[in-house]
């Protein structure tokens, strides 16, 4: 019998300068305002979420209240410039540590909690991912709670998901071993991420 896959969509990320930019760069482009998010101390970041089913969208950038991390910041939020753009995407594993031994390009765990959500994360020492920052960010969630599940439903399905880098070939080959995501595209080109979404306006596309 084939093994399950270690890896499974859990959200995509819009990165920007401000929060509120960001959240309008997904309601612009979906018709739907991203939700309350919370705050990252440890990374000094903020963010305000919206559900697409089952996995959710998220705008995020640096909290200006928060102290300095002490840290790069993820997602490259430190270097970043330009307009808004869906920048990151996550994948969910039950554990880190294997997937980690799998794929250390990803980073060293990091314990978060917010509320009554924990999870851990794999972040770069450098802060932006692999793949000018395209290499897909890790986490895992503990116990059952999970952002999906207190996510209105504002009628938004994710219908595909691209990924276009010129070394599209070799990222796809390092994750295909743990990930099986039929969303999933990656084309070569200029870096970008692109997302088809399912909203009630019709489809539309994020970038």
């Known amino acids: 019998m084939t093994a399950p896959p270690l890896l ?19 309601a612009a482009a979906t018709g739907v305002a991203p939700g309350p998010g919370g705050r990252h101390p440890a990374m000094g970041t903020w963010n305000r979420l919206v559900g697409l089913g089952d996995v959710f969208l998220e705008a995020i950038a640096v909290d200006p209240a928060a102290p300095p991390p002490g840290r790069p910041r993820w997602f490259g939020l430190d270097t970043r410039s330009g307009p808004p753009r869906l920048g990151a995407w996550v ?28 999870w851990s994360m794999a972040v770069p020492a450098a802060g932006a991912l692999p793949f000018d920052g395209l290499f897909p960010a890790l986490i895992a969630w503990e116990g059952t709670a999970h952002p999906v599940q207190r996510l209105g439903d504002a009628g938004l399905r994710l219908v595909r998901l691209e990924v276009r880098h010129p070394q599209a070939g070799t990222l796809a080959a390092r994750l295909a071993p743990l990930l099986d995501e039929p969303r999933l595209t990656f084309l070569s080109g200029p870096p970008a991420l692109s997302a088809l979404i399912d909203t009630p306006a019709g489809r539309r596309w994020l970038g």
């Open 8 to 26: 499974a969509l859990d959200h995509l990320a819009v990165t920007a300068a401000t929060l509120d930019e960001g959240a309008g760069h997904i």
């Open 91 to 118: 994948l969910r594993c039950a554990a880190l540590a294997p997937v980690l031994a799998a794929l250390p390009e990803a980073g060293l765990p990091l314990a978060l909690t917010r509320g009554d959500l924990s």
